[in-house]
């Protein structure tokens, strides 16, 4: 005899509430079970439906990504809402046909699928460049416009950025910024660690008291926790305001690692005018000439703490800005805390800035590569109990 699958009592095969799900007929006791069950399926279908819109995700992206590699926690999610998955020997195993609507894909608890796990929480999104006519920053030059704007309303007293050294080319050095002209020294992006937190807390001990701080999400962490945590060392310092602007990052190298690169390649680092990573490729521009080469290249020089990092967005900081997602020439703004929120827009309306609202094509490939730096973290070796 059938078994109602809401509750769970046998019923006769006469019974003459029946629904026909995906093919299969399901039996049941009574108007309400079967009211019940039609309800659920209905939800089932409006989401296979707006998924299907957005992108084909078949089971064997998550047999790939989560059930192969022995992620998979059986708690038998992906199985309770697809007629066509089982738990069969310990393991969740396609037992028809499939679809790729994707709902056993974003129904699973290690899969990274919403926006706020990928990029964290955000107010607002936007595609923005720089309205200073004679400023030539990496992208759309925004983190120096907003610091402009920031320092000349005396919003902030200081901005800790990071330039390059004038003895060891492209070496980075952070720098305590309290004019325009030093801010110039800090455009372009810099792919090696820079040891910022010195420089924020000298800014400190020098009576400086709003303070914009520009660092990647491991610099703009450390900040985070020296704020928040109950042994931080500035968590009862409330003389000190830091506006953490947090930059894109999906790795860092070593800089003895990119000096030696460069120099097989019959380049010297004194002639390079700007780096960039885009698209697979490392790019190094100098006088008339732009020289591009594979990442995977730079795979021995990429610092080790970047292998543990599942951040690309900074989402720890008051607001974020990167290449990716807008297109060339523009930078991508993710307003997180009402300060920035609200800095970022003066500055817009100031005419620092020029802003629109960022795409849901320009929003996906942000979230794309977040998900490519979020699933680090299953490639990390496994947790290893010792044998008594």
Known sequence: MPIDPICKNRVPVTTRHISDYGGKKYHFCSAGCKSKFDELEKNVIRLKRNLGEKERISFGKLRKEIIKPGICTLCGACASTCESISIVDGKP????????CGVCYN????????????I?????????????????????????SMLAYALEE????????????????????????????ELIQSTGSIYIHSMTMEALMSSIKQGMRSIAFVGPGCNIDAVYKMQKSPYGFLHMFMRANILKMGLFCMDTFSYGGIKEFVETKGLKLEDIESMKIRRGQFEFDTKGETKSFALNEFDAYRSSSCK????????NADI??????SPQGRTTVLARSGLGYEIFNEAVDSGYIKSKTLGENEMERVLNLAKMKKVQMYALNRRHVPTP
């Open 120 to 144: 964290g929480r955000i107010r607002f999104a936007y595609s923005a460049k720089t309205a200073i006519s004679d400023l030539k920053g990496q992208d759309g030059g925004v983190v120096t």
């Open 154 to 181: 005396g919003l902030i007293d200081c901005a800790i950025v990071t330039v390059r050294s004038e003895e060891e080319p492209w070496k980075p050095v952070p720098i305590i910024a309290r004019t325009y002209d």
């Open 320 to 325: 974020s800005f990167g290449g990716v997602g």
């Open 308 to 315: 543990f990092c599942t951040d690309l967005t900074a989402e």
């Open 93 to 100: 195993k396609l037992v028809g046909p499939c679809t790729a």
């Open 107 to 118: 129904q699973c608890p290690r899969t990274i699928t919403t926006e706020e796990g990928l």
